[in-house]
């Protein structure tokens, strides 16, 4: 092993080991890497940053801005729409989710597609009395397989089209023989069997199995005659309790009218009613420091209330322009590792944060100083015109039951036709995928489906930076004979292996790693060595390629292979070990399906 090959691979094994840790950001481990190739001097330095400028990087950055003009458009929302109609038959939803949702994956992003139908899977679950795991991994695990059957529907397709050997990459369709066999093949698996293989969390008790029982300790208080608080606004009487347990403020009522989620800046008046939640404790200890009076109701914790006065609580906190909803923090919510008092979510954007839930568990410390991580449930109440734009500017996405943004049936038409003309042009051959959905992006931009700011938003760009850092690196173990070596010693291991047996050794090889890393980083990896494989053994390098991409993008055996899977986690209420249980006969059955129909079609 030369000095150049073993640079290379020390640097590969401390940059797994950084993906595997999990302490950095991906991105800026990737960044590492290539300052460590850099250095060392394994690439000319024209060629250090020329992933910023590669095709793939550019295809998955346009791909991500026509999925967000799709979604602005109405067009996922069209088809979501379907989904209410299926009934309560548990094989008849989970058929349906995971076909609509696999469907939505070929064309744009997954994790977009996913973020679309989890309030529906919630809602539906939830109308038909059962808890959300029976569907929402089976529906992150179909976004997953969906992904698989296009050029554009995962970056790992996308970047293994890059390192076809011959005139010209893969087609837009070309995944499709083998992306469809095993999609169908896992969905008629998940439909029949795997659903009776997710956790269940919670009991078959309709709506009081929401996390948050919303009126469990609701209480009026009263603005006394002679408060010191009479002519001081919302915020000073907060303030002045800020060392006291939580009580959140859901609503004024002044002169018998109710004013929903009231502004900091209200000014109280004498005999204002306040509508809060809190705890006994907490209720008790505000009292005591403000000189506020309990108000004509007694406090909804009495075990005596029925469930009928609940649910008309909970609708009047619903009423109106102002809505109460469950939403999740994502990985990339600039929400994660801040508090609410930090990032004054009430005055900035009009957010009261009423509850938070983690590990299937509501959070009993105090709300504003609460340390937000991904995966997190928020219960949140804010005003409805707004809601749903200010959860996604801080990377939530709501989990409750939504009004689908249907659009205009112009928008709607304007924007499927950007992109099947599009979806033509490369067909057709007459421009290249990158070109092609350039312009489409393009195109979205100035017929105002999404705004510049919106379009420059819909790209991920810690995945664009990973990319971008990651091509070089690989390229660096393919120059130095890095790749070549590897093929080499697995040839030795596995001398005289059947065509079958080595596809499916590169495929299971790739996709336990993806287990663990980045599925882009995955595929960029193990692309330059499947390719000294084939060479040594002869075999067709769209083969193993093909195997590498299907590995790559089926990474069903852990919460952190996928972004998707990571999703999912906290509103289903999995744990760590839970996604084996149905991620490992998936995967063994992808394995059976894929392997011979490579062969078939690649072989």
Same mark, same amino acid.
């Given at each position: ?10 640097? +590969? ?21 290539? !300052? ?33 003009? +799709? ?17 309560? $038959? ?25 973020? +679309? ?19 929402? #991994? ?62 269940? *969390? ?6 009081? &199995? ?6 469990? @300790? ?10 010191? @608080? ?12 800020? /060392? ?34 809190? &705890?006994?404790?907490?209720? %008790? ?11 004509? %109701? ?6 005596? /209330? &029925?469930?009928?006065? $609940? ?30 008092? *930090?990032?004054?979510? *009430? /005055? ?13 568990? *509501?959070?009993?410390? $105090? ?34 039951? $939504? ?36 312009? =489409?992006?393009?195109? #979205? ?22 990319? =971008? ?50 599925? =882009? ?9 499947? !390719? ?6 002869? #075999? ?33 209420? @999995?744990?760590?070990?839970? @996604?084996?249980?149905?991620? !490992? ?19």
């Amino acid at each position: 092993m030369s000095t150049d090959q073993g640079i290379v691979f020390a640097v +590969l094994a401390a940059t797994l080991a950084l993906f595997v840790w999990n302490r950095l950001r991906f991105d800026v481990v990737a960044m590492l890497a290539l !300052l460590a190739i850099a250095i060392a001097g394994l690439l000319p330095t024209e060629d250090l940053f020329a992933g910023f400028g590669h095709p793939a990087v550019i295809t998955v950055a346009a791909v991500l801005v026509v999925s967000q003009g +799709l979604v602005n458009g109405g067009v996922v929302d069209n088809i979501a729409q379907l989904l209410g109609k299926v009934g309560h $038959r548990p094989t008849l939803q989970i058929l349906t989710l995971t076909g609509v949702v696999a469907l939505c994956s070929g064309f744009i992003n997954n994790v977009g597609a996913l973020a +679309l139908l989890m309030p529906v899977a919630v809602w539906m679950s939830r109308e038909a009395g059962r808890s959300p795991s029976l569907l929402l #991994m089976p529906l992150a695990f179909g976004s997953l397989l969906g992904g698989t059957m296009t050029l554009i529907g995962t970056p790992p397709n996308i970047i293994i089209a890059s390192y076809r050997e011959g005139a010209s990459s893969f087609g837009l369709f070309d995944f499709a023989p083998v992306g469809a066999a095993i999609t169908i093949a896992g969905i008629a698996f998940i439909t029949l069997v795997g659903w009776r293989l997710t956790p269940k *969390r919670g009991s078959d008790s309709g709506e009081d &199995d929401k996390l948050f029982s919303v009126g469990d @300790y609701l209480t009026e208080l009263k603005v006394p005659e002679g408060s010191s @608080y009479a002519g001081a606004t919302l915020h000073n009487l907060l303030s002045d309790s800020s /060392e006291d347990k939580d009580v959140v403020v859901l609503a004024l009522i002044r002169d018998d009218k109710r004013h929903l989620a009231p502004s900091t800046f209200q000014v109280l008046k004498e005999n204002d009613l306040l509508l809060v939640e809190s &705890d006994t404790e907490s209720l %008790q200890t505000f009292l005591d420091k403000t000189g506020l009076e309990l108000g004509s %109701q007694e406090e909804a914790a009495d075990t005596d /209330e &029925d469930e009928k006065s $609940r649910k008309n609580r909970k609708k009047e906190l619903n009423e109106g322009e102002v809505q109460l909803t469950e939403a999740v923090i994502t990985p990339d919510s600039s929400l994660v590792g801040q508090t609410a008092n *930090r990032l004054n979510l *009430r /005055e900035r954007h009009g957010l009261n944060i009423v509850a938070v839930a983690r590990q299937g568990q *509501r959070l009993k410390r $105090r709300l504003g100083d609460i340390h937000f991580n991904a995966g997190d449930i928020l219960l949140v109440q804010g005003f409805e015109d707004s809601l749903t734009s200010t959860l996604s500017s801080l990377g939530c996405l709501p989990l409750a039951e $939504r009004g689908l943004r249907l659009g205009s049936p112009r928008k709607t038409l304007l924007a499927a036709g950007i992109f099947l003309v599009s979806i033509l042009a490369i067909v057709s051959g007459w421009l290249s995928a990158p070109v092609a959905l350039v312009a =489409a992006a393009v195109a #979205m931009v100035l017929s105002k489906l999404i705004d510049a700011p919106g379009a420059y938003k819909a790209i991920d760009w810690s995945v664009i930076v990973l990319l =971008a850092a990651m091509i070089p690196v690989g390229q660096a173990l393919e120059t130095t004979g890095g790749a070549e070596l590897i093929a080499g010693q697995m040839l030795a291991v596995g001398g005289g292996l059947a065509p079958a047996a080595v596809l499916a050794m590169v495929l299971v090889g790739t996709m336990l790693l993806s287990n663990v890393v980045n599925n =882009a980083a995955a595929a960029i990896l193990v692309a330059p060595i499947a !390719l000294s494989l084939s060479a040594e053994l002869g #075999m067709a390098s769209d083969a193993v390629l093909m195997a590498v991409a299907v590995g790559a993008s089926c990474a069903f055996l852990t919460p952190i292979g996928h972004q998707s899977n990571a999703l999912v986690m906290e509103p289903g209420g @999995y744990q760590f070990g839970d @996604y084996w249980k149905l991620g !490992l006969p998936l995967s063994i059955l992808v394995t059976i399906v894929a392997v011979p129909m490579i062969l078939l079609v690649w072989g």
